[in-house]
């Protein structure tokens, strides 16, 4: 999951950063609103977190320009105004949720999640390819059900491709959507990490799950169906 982040309150831009990295999704920042409404145009994000008071365009400006272009990318506005009428313009800007600050990590965290699972009529709880089983609010990996642990970059990328399988990825597709907008193109990073995962998914099975598309990417599919 890629997040970005438009907040030019430095401390708190730091920490919903890193504790949104912890978790596992790949962020982006910005500091400003011109800046950030070119991270919005020319990105795919799976979510944008906005605050409202930004130095250049405000954040309910910038919002009301990227829907008016048709872009449908779930928002979650923060702010410190906190009437109900402030709230009423927010979402009429087309936020689809709404944080007043001060607030708790973990608020943010939850609203965050549910934006993700009204985002997608694919997303589901749980992600299953032949005797894979990915269980998203265990965060619990198995295969023919012996647990498999893995890092946070690894879930993200398992996540991805579970939530695209039988759909051959370029590696940039797959940097896009795990890594963030620093990401060196140029890098081996992502074969790397399918080298991992396949160490953790496939190494012990027979029947391999993660394929390479020669000259292409990768994708994950379960071809003993074909037998």
Known sequence: MRILIIEDDESLHRILRRRLTEEGYA?????DGREGLEYMETDVYDCIILDWMLPEIDGVTILKDFRRRGHHTPVLMLTAKDSVMDRVQGLDAGADDYLTKPFAYDELSARLRALLRRNSEKRQNILELAD??????????????????LTSKEYSLLEYMLRNQGQALTRSQIADHVWNYNFDYDSNIVDVYIRYLRNKIDKD???????TVRGYGYVIKDESEKQ
């Open 27 to 31: 962020t982006d920042g910005c500091f």
């Open 132 to 149: 894979l089983v990915m269980d998203l609010p265990a965060h619990r990996v198995s295969r023919s059900g012996k647990e498999i642990i």
């Open 205 to 211: 099975y027979s029947n391999p799950l993660i394929h």
